[in-house]
């Protein structure tokens, strides 16, 4: 008997310099056997990321933060990991403001554990080829989505 295949438990990186948020996403994660690393500021995430030898399949960061926004740690480390996907989050009015244009997932705090991960899965399972492009425009796709139509790749 063949025994199958045992998928390995996807990585996320969480950067939040608040700890008790850090802490409650962390723990939201592990519990549905996601393979966390943590960091408490961008400049911290830049070094977890260049320690870590595997593959981190999802940042999840924080919008604000001192020294480095969200935005901008996530396009620093799409240099060197350029399959990771990105999502952010804020607890600010107009957080995700600061995303629109980059087509990357953000989610509003405070969330319930439950929309945390189905967030996580559309970000981590659902082809976006805009993920990472500043060419991204989300008004492009509302347009289109209300006349029916399905935007094709690169618009």
Known sequence: MTTPLVKSPETILVVDDTEMVRELVIGILKGANFHVLQANSAEDAL???????????????DVQMPGMTGPDLGEALKQSRPDMHVMLMSGFIGGNLLVLNYGWAFIEKPFVPVKLLEMVDVVLHTPDKSQGSRQYDARRDVGKREQGQTPKEGE
């Not at 260049?50 to 940042?59: A, N, R, S, V």
Request: net charge neutral; no cysteine; charged share 25%.
């Open 47 to 61: 070094k977890v990321a260049l320690d870590h030898t595997g593959k981190i399949d999802l940042l999840l960061s």
